[in-house]
């Protein structure tokens, strides 16, 4: 089951950068393991999934030590980080998606052992229920980070409305990537800001189309694409 559904999915990738003439290697599938118990997500490493998120920290850190002997893999936390559980996670982990204050990049380089990879999270379409910088406010931010030398922005992740027409999920994801280009064409040293996270089980082929390098996909691989 867990096979074909990875291979609907891949297909979905294929398509996606087909139409949009992009590389599937450019692409990185994240499978999202936060609805399932650490046994499901072995199996996924027994088939060779290499990136796995969790949105908790407790999740994460409980999956890591579960599949310990698949050394390979990278895990990405993707939900927003309490400033206090700062210390228990990021040297823990390959990637964080959700960087999205200043007061917690203040942390990250308060605990951080190493330079992690950070995607700065944009609030995009301004929906209150929603965590980031409004896009006018991202490069002012990445601005301000010149100096930690902890957090490495490589990045920017966006998440779209669950009930955005096809044209909305255009037009969210098409910002983005005109937001990431910007502060690309900057060529600052910390923030190369090469990589898109942007797309989930419900609209990855639209947010590769426009230019997506990680998608985040969990329902898609588990009850099927």
């Not at 922005?153 to 990431?180: C, N, W, Y």
């Amino acid at each position: 089951m867990l096979a074909e559904n990875l291979e609907k999915i891949n297909q979905k990738i294929q398509l996606a950068c087909q139409k949009s003439s992009r590389a599937v290697d450019d692409v990185t599938m994240i499978a999202v393991t936060k609805s399932v118990e650490s046994d499901r997500a072995k199996e996924l490493a027994e088939l060779g999934i290499e990136n796995m998120a969790e949105n908790r920290v407790d999740k994460l850190l409980e999956k890591k030590m579960a599949l310990s002997d698949f050394s390979t893999i990278k895990w990405h936390l993707i939900g927003n980080l309490q400033r206090r559980k700062v210390k228990l996670i990021i040297n823990e982990i390959d990637y964080f998606h959700a960087l999205d204050s200043l007061k917690l990049a203040e942390e990250i380089q308060k605990r951080a052992e190493k330079p992690i990879a950070c995607f700065v999270e944009v609030n995009i379409t301004g929906e209150e229920s929603k965590h980031g910088f409004r896009s006018d406010e991202v490069l002012d931010f990445i601005h301000q980070l010149a100096s930690f030398d902890k957090i490495k922005v490589i990045g920017l992740m966006t998440m779209a409305p669950l009930d955005a027409s096809e044209q909305e999920l255009h037009d969210v994801f098409s910002k983005l990537k005109r937001v990431q280009s910007t502060i690309n064409n900057q060529h600052l040293s910390h923030a190369p800001c090469t990589e898109l996270s942007m797309g989930m089980s419900n609209d990855f082929p639209i947010a590769i189309e426009e230019g997506a390098t990680f998608v985040r996909i969990g329902t898609a691989i588990f009850r099927g694409a």
